[in-house]
């Protein structure tokens, strides 16, 4: 184990880092998040255990995780801070809209929320000059991506800080995936 983040998988019992509660309550539909029912339940719990003051997140889109990261904060009646950070100005789905357009619908005037967008997490990283309890990455979706990011961000983490990566192989899965390189359809 490592000391500067003293926590691993097999801490965790599933029904005590679940919040399942948070799907009374989040309007997924108009977050537009891109994340499983799971993956909120996770994150929400993450978040109420870890309790963190500063949180980031990479990977924004139309804001879905913003929306449900800030949800949660609002709901525990924490002030913590969410910095967001995404490469695209606008929405990847459909660029009429700004990146992070359904979070800033839903949470309007939000002072703990920043949003940068147009730039990768190491071209801003230092100037932000935080420090962070919780991140969360959700960019690529292939590896080396968010693993990169990961690296980047490790010496910003707060001793006992947490790391979430979603869908780091979903390339696996799907039409773009390695094994479509690997494997041409035959004609
Ligand atoms: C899957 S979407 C994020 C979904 C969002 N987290 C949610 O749950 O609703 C991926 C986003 O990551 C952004 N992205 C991809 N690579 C990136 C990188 N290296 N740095 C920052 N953002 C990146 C894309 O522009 C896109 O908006």
Partial sequence: MNDRFPITLDMFDPDDIYDSSILESFPREEASIELFDENCMFLAGLIKRSRPRTLLEVGV???GSSALMLHVLEKLGFESELVSVDLQDRW???????????AKKLHPDKKNWRLYTGKFLP????DLNLEFDFCFLDTAHAVPGEILDYLVVLPFMREGGVVALHDTALYFFNDHSLQGFCHP???
Avoid at 95 to 101: C, E, L, Q
Avoid at 123 to 126: A, D, L, T, V
């Fill in 92 to 102: 990847f789905h459909n660029p009429k809209y700004p990146t992070g357009w359904a």
């Fill in 123 to 126: 071209e801003i990283i230092e």
């Fill in 185 to 187: 359809a035959s004609s």
């Fill in 61 to 63: 889109s139309a804001g």
